[in-house]
């Protein structure tokens, strides 16, 4: 069994202008010491799935269930999900300055997160281990950090300390939200290597939600990859980047630029992502594939299925999952179309 394993989600919000339909029928499960990488456009519910997991989605109404070392957690109380949360599944959110409280100090922090979890911890030991934490993050001079406002570290130095508070209690899954989101390309690094040093050292799981195909290709082992809700496709990082089967997972690659390549212009994916109030009948996506035809517009797409003889790669898609008979119904829908390489 997987350290996570979740099946059929589906988690809708109820507006003044209809029902909002953010995840639907969404499933993956992830392995201790491995990284699932999730990503997608905005608005694909990717934060949406993970929060409603964790029991942050208020409000929302969720079927399905997600299983963690056996207990479902859509069926925990909020007493039993906030012993879960911080101890056993540590979290990293989009934006660190909004997640860490401004009027009190980092160290302060990290520390009483510690003693709600466990009572056996001392103030003096609850900040000893808060400095032990951010050295271990790379934060320098941390036993005179620690007593710094989170205004007085840098974006990269508060990502750390997010990092370092998810660490606190070596939980067996770290959920990270757009982790490396407004920092630059030098600090992304640092915190990517502070999260795979870490992992290596406890064998945490890793959730990594994403819109940075870069990041993905860096840290993931697997890739589910999310339009409008659902999963379009999943596959192992390699076979995702150079044997990819849906077309939006195809357009997303490319919109990417091509280091040390030929091309010459991005090819950006036309149209926009459809409303979750209001989603098009058939495959959510045929209003902006290039490989649509009739049976894409009005059918859902099929649940993911095995496609190239791979079961560890699955796409819920009309197109073929045999690599010849899916190049001729390209061909017949775009007969100018080449074969990318």
Same mark, same amino acid.
């Given at each position: 069994?997987?350290?996570?394993?979740?099946?059929?989600?589906?988690?809708?919000?109820?507006?003044?202008?209809?029902?909002?339909?953010?995840?639907?029928?969404?499933?993956?499960?992830?392995?201790?010491?491995?990284?699932?990488?999730?990503?997608?456009?905005?608005?694909?519910?990717?934060?949406?799935?993970?929060?409603?997991?964790?029991?942050?989605?208020?409000?929302?109404?969720?079927?399905?269930?997600?299983?963690?070392?056996?207990?479902?957690?859509?069926?925990?109380?909020?007493?039993?999900?906030?012993?879960?949360?911080?101890?056993?599944?540590?979290?990293?959110?989009?934006?660190?300055?909004?997640? &860490?409280?401004?009027?009190?100090?980092?160290?302060?922090?990290?520390?009483?997160?510690?003693?709600?979890?466990?009572?056996?911890?001392?103030?003096?030991?609850?900040?000893?281990?808060?400095?032990?934490?951010?050295?271990?993050?790379?934060?320098?001079?941390?036993?005179?950090?620690?007593?710094?406002?989170?205004?007085?570290?840098?974006?990269?130095?508060?990502?750390?300390? /997010?990092?370092? /508070?998810? /660490?606190?209690?070596?939980?067996?899954?770290?959920?990270?939200?757009?982790?490396?989101?407004?920092?630059?390309?030098?600090?992304?690094?640092?915190?990517?290597?502070?999260?795979?040093?870490?992992?290596?050292?406890?064998?945490?799981?890793?959730?990594?939600?994403?819109?940075? &195909?870069?990041?993905?290709?860096?840290?993931?082992?697997?890739?589910? %990859?999310?339009?409008?809700?659902?999963? /379009?496709?999943?596959?192992?990082?390699?076979?995702?980047?150079?044997?990819?089967?849906?077309?939006?997972?195809?357009?997303?690659?490319?919109?990417?630029? !091509?280091?040390?390549?030929?091309?010459?212009? &991005?090819?950006?994916?036309?149209?926009?992502?459809?409303?979750?109030?209001?989603?098009?009948?058939?495959?959510?996506?045929?209003?902006?594939?290039?490989?649509?035809?009739?049976?894409?517009?009005?059918?859902?797409?099929?649940?993911?299925? !095995? %496609?190239?003889?791979?079961?560890?790669?699955?796409?819920?898609?009309?197109?073929?999952?045999?690599?010849?008979?899916?190049?001729?119904?390209?061909?017949?829908?775009?007969?100018?179309?080449?074969?990318?390489?």
């Amino acid at each position: 069994m997987a350290l996570l394993e979740v099946s059929e989600l589906e988690v809708s919000f109820t507006t003044s202008d209809g029902v909002v339909q953010a995840v639907r029928g969404l499933s993956f499960d992830v392995d201790e010491g491995r990284t699932l990488a999730i990503v997608g456009e905005s608005g694909s519910g990717k934060s949406v799935a993970t929060q409603t997991i964790t029991g942050l989605t208020r409000g929302a109404t969720v079927r399905g269930t997600a299983l963690f070392r056996g207990r479902d957690l859509l069926a925990a109380s909020p007493s039993e999900l906030r012993r879960v949360r911080g101890a056993e599944i540590g979290m990293i959110f989009q934006d660190p300055l909004s997640s &860490l409280h401004p009027y009190y100090r980092v160290g302060w922090q990290i520390a009483e997160m510690l003693r709600a979890h466990d009572r056996s911890f001392s103030r003096s030991k609850a900040r000893a281990r808060a400095v032990e934490l951010l050295d271990m993050v790379g934060i320098p001079a941390a036993d005179t950090r620690v007593d710094d406002y989170p205004h007085q570290f840098s974006g990269g130095m508060r990502q750390r300390v /997010m990092i370092a /508070m998810a /660490m606190a209690l070596n939980p067996a899954l770290l959920i990270a939200d757009e982790p490396t989101t407004a920092l630059d390309v030098t600090v992304q690094a640092q915190v990517l290597n502070v999260m795979r040093r870490l992992q290596q050292d406890f064998g945490t799981a890793i959730i990594l939600i994403t819109h940075d &195909l870069g990041v993905v290709a860096e840290m993931s082992d697997e890739v589910v %990859v999310m339009y409008a809700g659902r999963a /379009m496709e999943r596959a192992p990082r390699r076979e995702l980047f150079y044997e990819h089967h849906h077309p939006y997972t195809e357009g997303l690659l490319a919109s990417l630029p !091509e280091q040390g390549g030929t091309r010459e212009r &991005l090819t950006p994916i036309p149209g926009a992502p459809p409303s979750l109030i209001r989603l098009p009948p058939g495959c959510p996506f045929a209003p902006r594939c290039p490989y649509a035809w009739d049976t894409c517009r009005h059918d859902p797409p099929p649940p993911l299925a !095995e %496609v190239f003889g791979d079961p560890h790669h699955r796409s819920a898609c009309w197109l073929s999952g045999d690599r010849e008979v899916r190049r001729q119904q390209r061909e017949t829908v775009r007969g100018d179309l080449q074969e990318p390489a």
